[in-house]
C-alpha cells in the first residue's frame, strides 16, 4: 500500500504522492455531496484515476448540527488505477463537530485534519455531546489539525454581495473545496465556469460561490498550507468521463434499445436508491424512452410486462422493498416468456433497513423469491461503470431468450463514481431482434413453439395481421399455447423453462481469473465487492502471497467453467456483504466447502480488511 | 431512427394494417376464438362476450390492433375467447397491464375486463389511478357481487348482511358503488348496463369505443351459482319500472309510461317523484358532459344497490387529455426540440476528458 | 374462557387502564417521546405533530390505548415522536395494519398517519377499503402534494404539468381529490384542514376523534424542501379569502366580511356568489349530516385545487356500524348461542368412530 | 403389494379383499365429490383405514360432458394402514364418456369398469371424440366392463315425486353410491341419515336421493354384481374421525389459540386451494375466532402482523401467489419480531400454473423469497392429520420466539382426508405465553431486549400502561429498538436474527428415521410425499431390499441431528413434486451429493413408480 500521508511540500515544490482519499464531511446542508462531486470532476479533469463513495444519512433531512444529520463524501484519486474509495482517508475535512465525530475515528493516524472552527460553537458542540471543545486539549493530538475560520472568511468574501448573512455563510463548502484545491494543486477553472453555469439565472449566488473559492484558495497559499501533488494516472488511451452506476444502467438500457431497435419503456416506482435511474431515463424521450412514475411497484413491473408484450423492451427498477412486491408479476413474466428486465438496486434489509446503505443480501431472494418453479437469469454489476455492461447484457439475454432477467446492483454502485472509458457505438454489441411476422403451422401461429437452437418462443405483437394470440399466467400446452391441465404437459413445460435459462451458460463469457498460477487459494466475489477484493489480492500478492481471483457476473446461469474452475485450487473464499448468498448456491452447485468471508454493515468492504481475513487463509 | 428518436421496428410495420380480409368485411365469426368457452351454463358472462363480439367489428378498426386485458376471475378468461391479441394477467392488475400496453401503442385499442373482486378488491388502486391519468382503456367490471372463481365468497360490491362462504353469520361491509368511485377517481366516461340488456349494451360498448380515453363500464352480470337473481328487481322480467335509462339532454324519466323522475331537491338532493304530480320542467335533465361531475355523481348515489330505481347508461362523458397520447407528444417535441437520441453524443456528454 | 368465549390474556388486564399519574392530568409532555425530531426545519410535519399532542391529552383516554400506525414517508415517520404505542410498518399499508389492531382490540385509539404518496399511491386501495369497512381509525393524510422522503417524485395529487426529478417535462396526471375519493369510498368521517390552521386543525382532530368509525382528514401540509408554497393561496398570510370554513347548520359564506357564498344552480352545480347579490336565503346551508352523501361531495368538487375558493371543514359525518363493533357482537352472540368454544367437542365434532 | 383385484364373490360368500382403489369419475355437474366423500365415510364408519385424492377441474366449470369438466375423487381403503389414495384405481365408476375418457389409462388391467350406459348417446360421445361408443367394440376388453342405465333407473325410481326430469336424474350418482355399497358390502343406513339431514328442508329431494341409492343397492343384489369385503383395519385404539389438511389447519390453530390462551385473528384473502381454511375459522366465532376477508393478500397479513402486535396470534392463509405478496411484509414481521403464522398451502406454478393441483415448489421462497436478510422457521406437513400438529408447533415456535413462521401444506393435503385419532386436549402442548407487564430498563421499557435463552424480545400489548413504545422496519439498536443507522449495529443485529431461528433446532423433535439398519441408502422426504415414499419404501422391504427412509417436519431449521444422520447412508434420495428444492439446502448446507428424483405434474407420485425408482439406487 502505498503512503497517502507524507511531509508536504510547498505551493512551488509540491510533495508528490501517488494517492490520497480524502473525506469532506458536514451537515446535510452544507454541501458536502456537491463539494465532493467537484473535486472529484476537477481530479478526473487533472487525469487521475479515482473512486468516491458518497454516503448520506437515510432518508430525512435530520436537525442541523446533529450527529443523524451529518452528511459525508470521500474520494479516492491516484496516479494509477485504483479500484476502491479507500479504507480510512488521510485526508478529513470537518464542516462542524458532528461531522467531526462521526468521521475522526476513521482518519488515518497522523492524518490531515481541516475543520470550520467556526461553527465549534457551544450550542453545536452540546448538540452532538461534546463538553469540551476538541479542537482545544489534546485528544486531536495524533492529527495534523488545520484551523480555518470558514464561515467568518466565507462572509467577508462575499460581503460586496447583496446576500444576507445566512445566505451568504452558504458558500463555505466552497471555500473549503478552495482550500482543498489549493492543497492537491488542482486548478479552480472547471469549477468557476460550473458554477457559472449551474447559478446562470443566480448570478449573486455564482459570485458568491466564486469569490468564496477563490478566497479559499488564497488562504492556502497566504497561510502556506500543506501543499501535495498528484500525477495523472496512466489510463488506457481513449475518452473517458465519470460515472455513477446508476446513470450507466440508464446509459446501457438507452443503448440496448438502439442496438436492439427495440424500444424502451420503463415503468417504475421512486425508491432509494433506485430513483435516479427513473429520473435519469425520464430526460431521454428524444430516444423515445417511455417512463411512467407507476402507482406502485406492481403496477410497475405490469406496466413494463404489458409494454413487451407490444413489442417494447420492458424495464422496471427497484430496490429491494420493491422487488418483494413484484415476485407475483415476475412469475407471471417467467409464464409469459417475455422479455422484460428487473433491476434491483440493493440496499440494507430485511424490510425498511437502511435505506441509503449499500448490501448484497438480495441474491437468493432474486434466485428463489417466485412460488413455483420459475428459473430467470441473474446478471450483477460489480463497478459503476459496469452497470452500463450489466444493462446491456441484460437486454440481450432477455430478448434472445424471451425471459425476465434480474440484474442486480446496490445502493455503493448506484451512487460511487468511477471514470469511464466511453465505449465508441460501433464496437457495442448487435442485438438483433426479429419479431415473428407469419403463422409458423400451416394457417396458424403458435405461440409457444421454440426456437430450436435458443428455446425461445416467437414474440408476435399486436398490430401483426394474423397472429393474434392470447397468453396468459395458467400453464400452457407446449407448442400451442392452450391453456394445460395436462401432468406431463407441465411436467415438460417445467423442464423446458429450466433447460431454456440452464443452456444460457453456452452464451455468456466463461469466468475469468486472475493471480498466481501457483495459488492454493481463490477469492470468489460478486457485484460490488469487486473492488475491494481485487484491492486486496493486489495487495497481498504485492507483499509476495500466491492468491488468485475471479468475479462472477452471472450468477444464473454460472459460466460453464465454473465448477472447472473452483475445482482447481484448494479453498474457495466468498467475501460478501450478506451472510454467505452465493456461497449458499456454490455449495449446493459444486459441492465445494467454501469459506464465506460476511458482513452486514451497509458498508463497502475495506481493503485493508479483507486483506487481513484472506491472509488467514493463505 | 423514426420522427419520434425512437427505434424502428427490427422487422414489421406498426402501422394501421388491414384484418383478415379487410377491416369491412370483418364478422362476429372472426372475434370468436377457437377455446372452448368454459362458464357455467346461465352465466351471464355469455351474453357480454356475445355483445363485444358482436359490436367490435363494426369499429372500423382491423381485428389485429385490439387487445384484451384481464386479471384472474370467471370474467377473466374473457381474452381466451376473443381471437384477438389478449393477455389473461394476475389477480387485480389488469389495468396497470393495460396501462403499460397503451402507453407504448397508443395505436391500439385496449379492453380490459375485470371482475368485482378482481377489479375493485385486490386491484382497486390499479383502476382508480388508470381512470385518473386517462389512459386509453376500455374498462368492463363484470360485477356479479361475488367471488365466482374462488367458488363464492363475499365481494365489495355484496351487500352489507351477505351470507357466504366466508361470512357464515354475514358481512359486516358497506359495498362500493363502482360509479361512484370511478367518478371520484375523475374518470371522463363512466357508464352502467347489464349482461342481458340486448340493446343497450351493445350500445354501451359502441360509446365507450368511441370515447378516447379511460371508458369504465359497470355491467351487472348475473352468476347463476353462487349468486343467482342479485339484479332480478332491475333486469327481471316485468321489472322495468325499476330502470332508470339515462339519455343526454333528455329528462330522467323511468316507469310504467315514464310516470315517474327523478327530481332535485332545494337541498341539492335527488328524489324520485310522480312526473304527473311534479310537472316535467321539474326532472332533471341528464347533462353527460357537464363540467362539474357532482350531478353524476348525485344520480350514482340515487340507488343505494340494484334492487331500486337504478340509473343505467352514460353517467358521464367528458374530453380530458389522454395519458399515451402526451407522452407522445411529449417524445414529439422533445426530438424536434432536442435532435433524434444520438447515443454517441449521449455516452460522450458531461465532462469528459481524454487520455492519448 | 372470557364471556366472549375468547381466550383471556395470559398475564394482564385489557380494560381502561388509568395512565402515568391518571387519565385526567396526562398533558402534552406526556405524548412527546424521547426521540429527536428529524424532519427539516419549517416542515409542516411540525405544527400537526404540535397539535396532535396537544389534543390528545383531552380526550380523557389513558395513553398506553393510543396506537400510532404509520407507512413509509416523511409524514410517516410521526409514530416515532408519540409516546404512545406505535408501528411504523411500510409503504402504503398502514390502513390494513390499522385495521388488524383495531378489529383484534375495539378498546384501542388507533391513529393512522399517511402521506399523498403513502396514502393515495401505493396505499390508495387499502385506504379506500378501510373507509368503506368503517373500521375504527382516525386517518391523517398529510398532503404536501410531493414525494418528500425520496426527494421530491410528483404523487398522486400534485397538480397536471408539474416539473419535478420524474417529470421533467411535466406531469400527464390528473390529480385525485381525496376528500372526493374518501366520500365515495363510503367515509362516514370526512374533514379538510392544513398544517398552519392554529385553531381549527386541532378542532377537527377534537372531531375526528369523537367519531367512532372512520374518520378521515386531509391536512394539507407545506414541504417546504421539495414543494414549498403549493398552499400559499390559501394558507398565506393575506389569502384568508379563499377559506371556506364548513359550519354545519349554517349558510356556506366566506371571503371579506362573509361576502361570498355558495349556491347551487339549479342543474345542481356549486357556485361561488356575492351574498349580497343573491341573498343570504340563496345560499347553501351546511349540513354534514345529510342523508345523501351528493351535497357534500359538490362541495368536494368547488375548487379544483388549493388554489381557489376551497372549503374546509367537515364535509359530511353520519353514524354507521363500526366494523370491529360488528365482529364483536358476531363473536358474543355465538358465544351465547352455542355457548363458548369448547376444544374438545369441536375436535370430536362431525362422523366419528371409535377403535377399541 | 396385495391384489386389489380378485374373482368376485356373492351377496352371501363375498370375497375378502385386503385393499381397494376406486375412482368415482363425472360431469362436475355430476356430484362425483359428494359420492366420493359418502362412501368414505361410510368406509371410516366400517373401520377400514383410508386414504382420499379429490381431483376437480381447475376453476371454472366447463361445458357438461366436456373433458375439462371431469371432476374425480379416489379412495384407498383397506384392513391395514395405508399411505397413499392409491396409484392406480382397480374400480372405475365413469358416468359419462368423458370420465371413461380421462380417466380409462389409470384403471388396472383387469379393472372393474362401471359406467352409466345411458350417458353414451352421441352428443357425448361426439364431444369428446369418441367416433364409435367404445363400450361396444372390443377396445375395454382388459376389464371387468359392468353397464348400468343408471340414467334410466334412477328417474325410474323416482317416478314418485313432483321433481322433473332434469331435478330427478341428478340423484343418479346416488344410485351408483348404492351399486358400489353393494359390491363391498357398506351399509346404506349412514348415508340415508345425512341424506334426510342434508335435505332436511328439501324432503322431495332427500327421499329421491335415498330411493336412487336404494334401487342402485337392489340392483346389485338382483343382477348379482361381483362382492366383495373388506374387513376393519386395526387401528390403534381410540376415538376417530376424518379430516383433511384444511380442516385439520383450522382445528389445530383453534387449538392452539386455547392452549396458549391468546386470540387467534385471521387475516386472509381468498385464493384456491386455501380459502376453506378462511371458511372454517369464520364458523368458529364462539372460540373468539377474528377472521377478516381483507381486500388483498397484502392488507390480509399486515392485518395479522397488526392484531400481533396488539396481542393475537396472527394469521394468513394462501397459496403461492398470495404468499408472493406478501414477502414484503413478511419481512417487517421479521424486523418486528411478531409471533405470526403464514400458512401456504402450494398449488402448481408457476405464476397461476395449475391452481387446482398439488406441488411442492414453493420451498426456496419460502426460505429466501425476502429480500434482505431475513430468516424465519418453516414447518411443513405431511398429511392431512398432520396439519393439526403443524398449526399447534408453528404457533409455539411463533409465540416463544417472538418470530413469524411459515408453515407449508399443499394441494393433496388440504383437499385429501384420512382417518385422525382425536387427541385428547389434556395431552395437547402447553404454549405457555406471556406479555411483558413491566419496565425491563429502570424505569423504561426496551421492547429489544432479549430473553437470554430464546433471544425472544418481550411483547408489550397496548393497554399496558408505561410500555409503551414504536416499532418499524428501519434497524433497530440491539436494546432500545430506536432507530440506529450504526454500522456495527446492523452487522449484530443480522447475526442475532439468525441466530435466534438457528437456536430453534435444540426446541424441535431430531429428524427420525426407520428402515433396515444396514440399509445403504436413506430415502429423505419432506411434506405431503409422506405417503407415497412411506408406501414405496414399505414395498421394497416386503420385497427384501434394504432401504431407510425420513422425513423433514422442520424444514428450517433442520433438526440438529439432520446432518449426522445423512452422513450414515452412502446415499440419500430425495424425491419432490418440484425440481429439487430441498435436495439444494441439503446439499448447500451438508455438501452430500443427494439423488433427486423429481415429478412437477400437479399430482402426487405414484408409490409404484417411486419404488421403480428408488429400486435404481438400491
Ligand atoms: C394473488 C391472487 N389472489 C387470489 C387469487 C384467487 N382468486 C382468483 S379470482 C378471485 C376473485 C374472483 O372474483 P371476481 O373478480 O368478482 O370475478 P368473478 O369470478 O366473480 O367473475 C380470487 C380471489 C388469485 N388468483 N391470485
Ligand atoms: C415498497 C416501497 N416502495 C417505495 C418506497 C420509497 N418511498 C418511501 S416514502 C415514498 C413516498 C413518500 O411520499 P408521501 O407518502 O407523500 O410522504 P412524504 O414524504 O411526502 O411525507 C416512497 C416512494 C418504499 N419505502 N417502499
Ligand atoms: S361461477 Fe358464476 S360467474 Fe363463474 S362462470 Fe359460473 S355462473 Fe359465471
Ligand atoms: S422533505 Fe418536505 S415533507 Fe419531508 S421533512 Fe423535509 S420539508 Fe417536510
Ligand atoms: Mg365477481
Ligand atoms: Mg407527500
Redesign the interface.
Known amino acids: 500500500m502505498s503512503a497517502q500521508i507524507a511531509p508536504p511540500g510547498t505551493g512551488q515544490e509540491r510533495k508528490e504522492l501517488d494517492r490520497v482519499v480524502i473525506r469532506f464531511a458536514g451537515d446535510s446542508g452544507d454541501g458536502m455531496q456537491m463539494t465532493g462531486d467537484r473535486f472529484t470532476?476537477v481530479s478526473?479533469?487533472l487525469?487521475n484515476d479515482l473512486s468516491t463513495l458518497p454516503d448520506f444519512?437515510?432518508?430525512?433531512?435530520?436537525?442541523?448540527g446533529?450527529l443523524?444529520g451529518v452528511s459525508a463524501f470521500q474520494i479516492h484519486f491516484s496516479d494509477h488505477d485504483i479500484l476502491t474509495p479507500g479504507d480510512q482517508p488521510g485526508v478529513l475535512v470537518a464542516m462542524n463537530p458532528a461531522a467531526l465525530k462521526a468521521n475522526l475515528k476513521d482518519l488515518l493516524p497522523g492524518g490531515l485534519l481541516i475543520v470550520n472552527e467556526d461553527a465549534f460553537d457551544k450550542r453545536n458542540l452540546e448538540k452532538v455531546g461534546y463538553t469540551t471543545n476538541p479542537l482545544d486539549g489534546g485528544s486531536l493530538e495524533g492529527f495534523q489539525v488545520t484551523r480555518i475560520h470558514m464561515t467568518k472568511m466565507t462572509i467577508a468574501a462575499v460581503k460586496d454581495s447583496t446576500l444576507n448573512k445566512k445566505e451568504a455563510e452558504r458558500s463555505k463548502n466552497m471555500l473549503a473545496l478552495g482550500v482543498i484545491c489549493w492543497m492537491y494543486g488542482r486548478p479552480l477553472e472547471?469549477t468557476i465556469a460550473w458554477l457559472e453555469k449551474k447559478f446562470s439565472k443566480k448570478p449573486e449566488i455564482a459570485n458568491a460561490t466564486i469569490a468564496a473559492l477563490k478566497a479559499g484558495h488564497a488562504f492556502g497559499e497566504t497561510a502556506e498550507l500543506a501543499a501535495y501533488s498528484v500525477k495523472?494516472a496512466?489510463?488506457?488511451?481513449?475518452?473517458?468521463?465519470?460515472i455513477t452506476g446508476n446513470q450507466a444502467i440508464a446509459?446501457g438500457l438507452?443503448?440496448a434499445?438502439?442496438q436492439?431497435?427495440?424500444?424502451l419503456?420503463l415503468?417504475s416506482?421512486?425508491?432509494?436508491p433506485a430513483?435516479d435511474i427513473?429520473?435519469e431515463l425520464?430526460?431521454?424521450?428524444?430516444?423515445?424512452v417511455?417512463?411512467?412514475?407507476?402507482?406502485?411497484?406492481?403496477?410497475?413491473i405490469?406496466?413494463?410486462?404489458?409494454?413487451?408484450?407490444?413489442?417494447?423492451l420492458?424495464v422496471t427498477t427497484t430496490?429491494?422493498?420493491g422487488?418483494?412486491?413484484k415476485?407475483?408479476?415476475l412469475?407471471?413474466a417467467?409464464?409469459?416468456e417475455l422479455p422484460l428486465l428487473v433491476i434491483?438496486i440493493?440496499r440494507?434489509?430485511?424490510?425498511?433497513?437502511?435505506?441509503t446503505?449499500t448490501?448484497q443480501?438480495?441474491l437468493?431472494?432474486a434466485?428463489?423469491?417466485?412460488?413455483?418453479?420459475?428459473p430467470l437469469p441473474i446478471v450483477a454489476s460489480y463497478s459503476p461503470p459496469s452497470c452500463f455492461w450489466a444493462a446491456i447484457e441484460g437486454a440481450r439475454l432477455a430478448l434472445k431468450y424471451m425471459t425476465p432477467v434480474i440484474i442486480l446492483s446496490d445502493g455503493y454502485l448506484a451512487n460511487g463514481a468511477e471514470p469511464w472509458r466511453?465505449?465508441?457505438?460501433e464496437k457495442l454489441p448487435e442485438i438483433?431482434?426479429?419479431?415473428a411476422?407469419q403463422p409458423n403451422v400451416g394457417e396458424d401461429f403458435w405461440p409457444y413453439l421454440r426456437d430450436e437452437t435458443t428455446l425461445a418462443r416467437p414474440w408476435a405483437?399486436?398490430?401483426?395481421?394474423?397472429?393474434?394470440?392470447?397468453?396468459?399466467?395458467?400453464?400452457k400446452a407446449d407448442g400451442s399455447g392452450?391453456?394445460s391441465?395436462d401432468?406431463?404437459n407441465?411436467?415438460l413445460m417445467?423442464?423446458l423453462?429450466?433447460a431454456k435459462i440452464k443452456a444460457i451458460e453456452e452464451d455468456i463469457d466463461p469466468l475469468e481469473w486472475d493471480g498466481d498460477d501457483d495459488a492454493r487459494v481463490l477469492v470468489l466475489g460478486w457485484g460490488s465487492t469487486y473492488g475491494a477484493i481485487g484491492a486486496a489480492c493486489r495487495r497481498l500478492r504485492l507483499r509476495g502471497l500466491k492468491v488468485a481471483r475471479a468475479h462472477l457476473k452471472h450468477l444464473n446461469p454460472f459460466p460453464k467453467n465454473t465448477g472447472e474452475l473452483l475445482s482447481r485450487f484448494d479453498e474457495v473464499i466468498i467475501p460478501e456483504m450478506?451472510?454467505g448468498q452465493l456461497s449458499?448456491?456454490i455449495?449446493?452447485?459444486f459441492?465445494?466447502?467454501v469459506i464465506s468471508i460476511n458482513?452486514?454493515?451497509?458498508?463497502p468492504f475495506r481493503a485493508g480488511d479483507l486483506e487481513a481475513e484472506i491472509e488467514e487463509h493463505l | 431512427m423514426?420522427e419520434?428518436?425512437?427505434?424502428?421496428?427490427?422487422?414489421?410495420?406498426?402501422g394501421i394494417?388491414?384484418?383478415?380480409g379487410g377491416v369491412s368485411t370483418l364478422t362476429r365469426q372472426d372475434f370468436m376464438?377457437d377455446?372452448e368457452v368454459r362458464w357455467c351454463a346461465g352465466c351471464g358472462d355469455y351474453a357480454i362476450l356475445a355483445a363485444v363480439q358482436s359490436v367490435l367489428p363494426g369499429l372500423g378498426i382491423?381485428?389485429?390492433?385490439?387487445?384484451?386485458?384481464s386479471g384472474?376471475g370467471c370474467s377473466s378468461r374473457f381474452?381466451?375467447y376473443?381471437?384477438?391479441?389478449?393477455?389473461?394477467?394476475?389477480h387485480g392488475?389488469a389495468p396497470?397491464?393495460?396501462?403499460?400496453?397503451?402507453?407504448?401503442?397508443p395505436?391500439?385499442n385496449v379492453w380490459v375486463v375485470t371482475g368485482d373482486g378482481d377489479g375493485l378488491s385486490i386491484g382497486g388502486?390499479?383502476l382508480i389511478?388508470a381512470l385518473r391519468r386517462n389512459v386509453n382503456l376500455k374498462i368492463l367490471l363484470f360485477n356479479n357481487q361475488i367471488y365466482g372463481l374462488t367458488k363464492g365468497q363475499y365481494s365489495p360490491t355484496s351487500e352489507r348482511g351477505k351470507v357466504t362462504k366466508s361470512t357464515p353469520f354475514g358481512s359486516l361491509e358497506t359495498p362500493f358503488n363502482p360509479v361512484s368511485l370511478a367518478l371520484a377517481a375523475e374518470a371522463t366516461f363512466v357508464a352502467r348496463t347489464y349482461d342481458v340488456e340486448r340493446k343497450h349494451l351493445p350500445e354501451i360498448l359502441r360509446r365507450a369505443a368511441a370515447h378516447r380515453g379511460s371508458a369504465f363500464i359497470e355491467i351487472y352480470q348475473n352468476c347463476n351459482i353462487f349468486n343467482d337473481g342479485a339484479f332480478v328487481a332491475l333486469t327481471g322480467k316485468g321489472r322495468s319500472g325499476n330502470r332508470v335509462y339515462l339519455e343526454h339532454g333528455k329528462p330522467i324519466v323511468f316507469g310504467p309510461d315514464n310516470s315517474k323522475g327523478v327530481r332535485m331537491k332545494k337541498d341539492g338532493a335527488l328524489e324520485v317523484v310522480n312526473v304527473a304530480d311534479a310537472g316535467l320542467d321539474q326532472i332533471m335533465v341528464h347533462d353527460e358532459h357537464h363540467e362539474s361531475q357532482s350531478l353524476a355523481y348525485a344520480l350514482s348515489r340515487l340507488s343505494s344497490g340494484p334492487t331500486m330505481p337504478t340509473p343505467l347508461g352514460v353517467f358521464r362523458e367528458v374530453e380530458k387529455p389522454v395519458y399515451g397520447d402526451g407522452?407522445e407528444r411529449?417524445?414529439r417535441?422533445?426530438?424536434e426540440?432536442?435532435?433524434?437520441?444520438d447515443?454517441?453524443k449521449?455516452?460522450?456528454?458531461?465532462?469528459?476528458?481524454?487520455?492519448?
Open positions: 470532476s478526473a479533469f487525469g444519512p437515510a432518508e430525512i433531512r435530520a436537525p442541523a446533529t443523524a472547471p495523472p496512466t489510463l488506457a488511451p481513449g475518452t473517458y468521463r465519470r446509459f438507452i443503448a434499445s438502439v436492439s431497435k427495440v424500444p419503456l415503468g416506482y421512486p425508491i432509494t430513483s427513473l429520473h425520464s430526460r431521454y424521450k428524444n430516444f423515445g417511455r417512463t411512467i412514475q407507476a402507482e406502485d411497484e406492481i403496477a410497475a405490469s406496466m413494463a410486462i404489458g409494454a413487451s408484450f407490444s413489442g417494447h420492458g430496490s429491494g422493498p422487488l418483494d412486491l415476485s407475483e408479476a412469475g407471471l417467467v409464464s409469459l434491483d440493493q440494507g434489509g430485511p424490510s425498511t433497513g437502511l435505506p446503505k448490501e443480501s438480495d437468493l431472494h434466485m428463489y423469491g417466485r412460488h413455483g418453479e420459475s466511453i465505449p465508441a457505438v438483433p431482434v426479429r419479431f411476422s405483437i399486436p398490430g401483426t395481421p394474423g397472429l393474434e394470440h392470447r397468453i396468459g399466467g395458467l400453464e392452450n391453456i391441465y401432468p406431463d407441465h411436467n417445467t423442464l423453462r429450466q450478506n451472510m449458499k448456491l455449495r449446493a452447485e459441492l465445494i466447502d458482513q452486514v454493515k451497509g458498508l | 423514426s419520434l428518436g425512437q427505434p424502428e421496428d427490427p422487422t414489421i410495420e406498426r394494417t388491414e384484418g383478415p376464438s377455446q382491423p381485428r389485429e390492433k385490439f387487445v384484451f386485458v384472474i381474452p381466451y376473443m381471437n384477438t391479441y389478449g393477455i389473461h394477467s394476475i392488475r396497470a397491464f393495460a396501462t403499460g400496453i397503451a402507453t407504448a401503442r395505436d391500439l388502486n390499479h389511478h407522452i411529449q417524445l417535441m422533445a426530438a426540440q432536442q435532435g433524434p437520441g447515443l454517441s449521449l455516452l460522450n456528454s458531461g465532462d469528459t476528458w481524454t487520455v492519448d
